[in-house]
């Protein structure tokens, strides 16, 4: 098998059909060896009924159950039930592009080096986003960085989101801990960035990541993601989770000299920003999330400890 197109779900009935819809129209697979693997991450609406009903449609399709919440379990989960080499990963609101499978098989061929590789992400918005939304919708994982592929630098902390990612399945194997520290945001906990905690540990291998701007995804942000309500937690829990991101590759006296470095760089940014912003902070919510993302980044160590997490390493 070639490539496993996984798709962690969670209460994704009323999503996931467009999803399945755009698979069935994939162009250029006719020398590809794919299949569909659609993980439940617990549901509580008729997601399975949807995914039976799909299968009767879509014979490359099979599903399994994921009882952890949580996106890193479910993501967990695709890798070892996966058939793949490659294992392409798209969310229950993202829309693939007709090529985007013969996409992914294409980039493979051509970067033999590469252990991981992200789609380039549109965003398609239910109303028009705040002011000035663009700096921080690659948070939302919009990534447009033009139209060439790019390498991701080992020594720079951009990476690529899971929305369209592709990965090595032998290289996650090989490199990514079966345990590890973040698990995705869940009902009353919004700690996210365990796609950039894989990620952190494959970019630390000998293997590169890349940009790939032929695979084109569009992801469906809903009216409910741009308020306030949902914004600023989600950015909190961006925040409280950059300890792991940020010192994933570093032991000893040099994981204490980079979280004393963050900790004096974070607290620079939070006083320019406020600086700059005042009291506009209570009235521009991309001013307020970005607030937010900085005061949370900079007590990411005590929170971390204080709820346990840095125990699991």
Request: proline fraction near 7%; charged fraction near 20%.
């Amino acid at each position: 098998m070639d490539i496993t197109v996984a798709i962690p779900t969670y209460n994704g009935a009323t999503r996931l059909p467009e999803v399945f819809a755009q698979l069935q129209k994939q162009v250029g697979t006719e020398n590809i060896e794919w299949e569909i693997l659609v993980v439940d991450n617990n549901s509580a609406d008729n997601t399975p009924e949807v995914i039976a009903h799909y299968q009767r449609i879509l014979p490359q399709m099979r599903s399994c159950l994921e009882p952890k919440q949580g996106a890193g379990f479910a993501r967990h989960r695709a890798f070892w039930e996966a058939r793949g080499e490659l294992v392409a990963f798209l969310d229950d609101d993202t829309i693939p592009d007709r090529t985007w499978v013969k996409a992914v098989m294409e980039f493979a061929h051509i970067h033999p080096h590469t252990g991981a590789y992200g789609s380039q992400v549109h965003a398609d918005y239910a109303v028009p986003p705040p002011p000035n939304f663009s700096r921080i919708a690659p948070f939302l994982a919009i990534t447009e960085r033009g139209s060439r592929p790019l390498l991701y630098a080992k020594n720079n902390k951009l990476l690529p989101p899971s929305a369209g990612l592709v990965v090595r399945s032998r290289i996650w194997k090989q490199y990514v801990p079966k345990e590890m520290i973040l698990s995705g945001r869940i009902e009353g906990n919004m700690l996210t960035s365990e796609d950039l905690e894989m990620l952190s540990y494959i970019q630390a291998s000998p293997w590169e990541i890349w940009y790939n701007p032929a695979m084109e995804i569009t992801h469906k942000i809903p009216a409910s993601r741009l308020q306030r309500n949902y914004l600023i937690p989600f950015l909190r829990g961006i925040g409280r989770s950059r300890y792991v991101t940020r010192t994933i590759s570093t032991t000893g006296f040099k994981k204490y000299f980079m979280t004393c470095a963050y900790f004096a760089n974070d607290l620079k940014k939070i006083l320019w920003h406020l600086l700059k912003y005042r009291t506009k902070v209570r009235t521009d919510l991309v001013a307020a999330c970005e607030l937010e993302l900085l005061t949370s980044s900079l007590i990411s160590p005590l929170f971390l400890a204080w709820k346990g997490y840095l125990h699991k390493k």
